[in-house]
């Protein structure tokens, strides 16, 4: 089992940049694959990002390709979303899951975080 923690979000303008981080508990990190997820006022939760147990592989949702980052730490029991050139259509709560592939299915994730705000201003 693992416990997840997000943290980073925040209030930014447009075109600013925010590092969520998301931290985990339990000696089996390194074995999960994690994949980012968020949710905007009245719509469904969407798949933003995926990373594989090694870091070797990533995924991410169309709308946010060439603009967010997905990384792990192994060590830190850590995994990162970089989001660089945000836009207000980004606003969200953003919530980190654990699984064991990566997949842009969010019933797929086993274990969720509580989530974090992120509010991109126009």
């Known amino acids: 089992q693992v416990q997840l923690v997000e943290s980073g979000g925040g209030l930014v303008q447009a075109g600013g940049s925010l590092r969520l981080s998301c931290a985990a508990s339990?000696?089996?990190?390194?074995?999960?694959?994690m994949g980012w997820f968020r949710q905007a006022p009245g719509k469904e939760r969407e798949f933003v990002a995926a990373?594989?147990?090694?870091?070797?592989?990533?995924a991410y949702a169309d709308s946010v390709k060439g603009r967010f980052t997905i990384s792990r730490d192994n060590v830190e029991n850590t995994v990162y979303l970089h989001m660089n050139s945000l836009k207000p259509e980004d606003t969200a709560v953003y919530y980190c899951?654990?699984?064991?592939?990566?997949?842009?299915?969010?019933?797929?994730?086993?274990?969720w975080g509580q989530g974090t705000q992120v509010t991109v201003s126009s």
């Open positions: 339990g000696r089996s990190f390194r074995s999960y694959a």
């Open positions: 990373i594989d147990w090694s870091g070797a592989y990533t």
């Open positions: 899951a654990a699984n064991n592939a990566p997949s842009s299915i969010a019933l797929e994730y086993d274990y």
